[in-house]
């Protein structure tokens, strides 16, 4: 069974910075795609951004030039740093490992002045 515990969310302000990092447990972090999905009140899940075991990235039209996945599988972490947020980036964020399609438990970013 693989847990995946999601870290550094919080409130911040338009315009701020926030890096969310996911950590796996198991031995199969290095050979999964893992990706950042976010839900905001009312709406449907959706996909953020994407990487792969060997690095190539993808990510949501909205959010492309302001937020950057990255993986450290020394360290079974996947990070999303997120600079210049918006309020219409307020949601849950949950972590997602392909092998096995595992899910977070979530955190809560909130953009607010």
């Known amino acids: 069974q693989v847990r995946l515990v999601e870290s550094g969310g919080g409130l911040v302000q338009p315009g701020g910075s926030l890096r969310l990092s996911c950590t796996a447990s198991?031995?199969?972090?290095?050979?999964?795609?893992m990706g950042w999905y976010r839900q905001a009140p009312g709406k449907q899940r959706e996909l953020v951004a994407h990487?792969?075991?060997?690095?190539?990235?993808n990510y949501a039209d909205s959010v492309k030039g302001r937020f950057t996945i990255s993986r450290d599988d020394a360290k079974n972490t996947v990070y999303l740093q997120m600079n210049s947020l918006k309020p219409e980036d307020t949601a849950v964020y949950y972590c997602?490992?392909?092998?096995?399609?595992?899910w977070g438990q979530g955190t809560q970013v909130t953009v607010s002045s």
């Open positions: 997602w490992q392909s092998r096995g399609a595992y």
């Open positions: 198991g031995s199969i972090f290095s050979i999964s795609a």
């Open positions: 990487i792969t075991s060997d690095s190539s990235t």
